[in-house]
C-alpha cells in the first residue's frame, strides 16, 4: 500500500520535532512543509520550504500537521477541512472556544479525521497510571495534583501560562481520571512584563467529587512535570520529565506507640516504581494519527476533547479575573 502523504505547517520549535518524527514514521510520506518565517532550523531537508497552506495543499497531502501559533490554527484548520485534509493541530486547539468550536464543527461536519497535539496522553508514565487508574489499583481516587514549571519559552508569545502549558494539565487530569472538569477557582500573575499571565494556581472539582489543583509557572529556575494521584490505596506519581512511574502504597502494619497509634490517617507503606517500555510519546502521537487517518481507530485526542480543555482555561482565567469560582 502507498504512504500516506503528510505535510506539515509551522516549523519552529515544535515543528521541527514534528518534521523530525514525520520523515521517519513508518507509512507515511512527508511531502510538504510551509513557514513564512523559513526553515530556520534546517529540518525541510529536500522540501521546499513554502509560505502558506495554500503551497502544502498542493503537493495533495492526505493529512496536515499544525505546528503554527495558536492564534493562525483557526485559519489554517478551517482552510484544510474546506479542502477535504485531514489535520493534527498542535494544542491548545485555538486561542477561544469559539474558534475551537468552529474546528471541531468543521471536521466533524465532513467526516475528517482531527486531532489536537496534547502529548502528555501519550507519555508512558501517564499512559500506564490511567490503565493502573481504570483497573482499580488506586481504589478511590480523592485528588489529582499537578506541578508544572520552568523558565519562560522565549517561542510562546500569543498566550499565556494558562493555555500554553496548564492545558496540559487540564487535559491529562480528565483523560487519567475519565472524568470532566465540574468547578475551577484560579489566580494568576504577571511577573514578568508581558500582557499575559505567566503563573497560575488553580483547583477544581470533576464529576464524581475527585478534587484537583494545578501550579503552572514560567518563572522557576528548574523544570518540573509531576502528577500526583491519591487515592484510597495510597498515592501515584508520575514523573512526565522522566517518563518514571512510582505507587507509594498506605501502610497496613500496626503500631505500639500510643502517639501514633492514636492518629487515625494512613500510614507510610511500601513504595514501587515500575518499569515502563519508555517509547517517545512524539512519535506514538503520530502512529496514532497515522492510524486513526487509516481507519484503524488510533487513540487520538479528538477535537471535541481540545474544545473541552479550552473552554476549562478560560474558565479558569474568568475565576482569576473575577476573583469567583466558576461552573462549567
Excluded at 240 to 259: H, I, P, V
Amino acid at each position: 500500500m502507498a504512504a500516506l502523504r503528510a505535510g506539515l505547517i509551522g516549523l519552529g520549535m515544535m515543528g521541527r520535532h514534528h518534521a523530525r518524527v514525520l520523515g521517519s514514521l513508518e507509512g507515511v510520506e512527508l511531502v510538504a512543509v510551509a513557514d513564512p518565517g523559513g526553515d530556520v532550523h534546517g529540518v525541510a531537508r529536500h522540501l521546499e520550504v513554502g509560505r502558506t497552506v495554500e503551497d502544502v495543499l498542493a503537493a495533495r497531502p492526505d493529512y496536515v500537521v499544525v505546528a503554527a501559533p495558536t492564534q493562525h490554527h483557526e485559519a489554517i484548520g478551517l482552510t484544510l477541512a474546506e479542502a477535504g485534509v485531514h489535520a493534527l493541530l498542535e494544542k491548545p486547539l485555538a486561542s477561544t472556544s469559539d474558534e475551537a468550536s468552529r474546528l471541531a464543527a468543521a471536521f466533524a461536519e465532513r467526516g475528517l479525521v482531527g486531532a489536537v497535539g496534547h502529548i502528555e496522553r501519550f507519555n508512558p508514565a501517564l499512559r500506564d497510571l490511567r490503565r493502573r487508574l481504570e483497573q482499580g489499583d488506586l481504589g478511590d481516587i480523592y485528588q489529582v495534583s499537578t506541578r508544572r514549571q520552568g523558565p519562560f519559552p522565549g517561542r510562546i508569545a500569543d498566550v499565556g501560562v494558562v493555555k500554553d502549558l496548564a492545558t496540559h494539565d487540564i487535559d491529562l487530569t480528565a483523560w487519567v481520571t475519565q472524568a470532566p472538569y465540574v468547578t475551577v477557582s484560579a489566580h494568576v500573575a504577571l511577573k514578568s512584563g508581558r500582557e499575559y499571565e505567566d503563573l497560575v494556581a488553580a483547583s477544581g472539582l470533576l464529576e464524581g467529587g475527585v478534587v484537583t489543583n494545578h501550579l503552572v509557572n514560567w518563572l522557576s529556575p528548574f523544570k518540573e512535570r509531576t502528577t500526583v494521584v491519591t487515592g484510597e490505596k495510597g498515592a501515584f506519581v508520575a514523573d512526565t520529565l522522566t517518563a518514571d512511574l512510582t505507587f507509594y502504597a498506605n501502610g497496613t502494619g500496626e503500631t505500639t506507640w500510643e502517639s501514633l497509634a492514636g492518629f487515625r490517617g494512613v500510614a507510610e507503606g511500601a513504595s514501587t516504581r515500575f518499569a515502563l517500555v519508555k517509547r517517545e510519546p512524539l512519535l506514538v502521537e503520530h502512529e496514532a494519527m497515522r492510524d486513526a487517518v487509516l481507519g484503524r481507530g488510533g487513540d487520538i485526542v479528538t477535537l471535541e476533547q481540545g474544545l473541552a480543555t479550552v473552554r476549562v482555561a478560560e474558565a479558569v482565567l474568568r475565576s482569576a479575573s473575577s476573583g469567583e469560582s466558576v461552573r462549567l
